[in-house]
């Protein structure tokens, strides 16, 4: 595992962040999209776990990354982030914002 000052990690959306120019999708959890949205309720749920995502880190007081070996099929790194001690999945799924994932065929969100 990695430490990371929580300020160094910029939120893209509710799933994904950067740190370093370099481009991390989060694992073990899905949030809807942003970016590409398919529907108007796809766009308010995923800007929720965006915003949210963007809070837990304000508010965090240690902030860790552990990675995989592997990348995405779209050369992300992969990694499960941990703030304050907590899995950042759990936190999402737990309040609504997020399903759990684990790779394969997304279900959509409209």
């Not at 595992?1 to 370093?20: S, Y």
């Not at 999209?33 to 837990?56: F, V």
């Amino acid at each position: 595992m990695e430490t990371v000052i929580p300020n160094r990690l910029t939120v893209v959306d509710g799933d994904t962040v950067r740190l370093a120019g370099e481009t991390i999708r989060l694992i073990g959890f899905d949030t809807p999209e942003t970016y590409r949205a398919q529907c108007d309720s796809e766009l308010a749920r995923g800007d929720a776990a965006t915003k949210r995502l963007r809070e837990l880190l304000a508010r965090a007081s240690s902030v860790q990354l552990a990675y995989q070996p592997r990348r995405d099929r779209y050369g992300r790194e992969l990694a499960r982030l941990m703030i304050d001690d907590r899995d950042v999945a759990d936190i999402m799924v737990g309040e609504g914002l997020a399903r759990r994932y684990s790779g394969g065929k997304r279900r959509p969100w409209c």
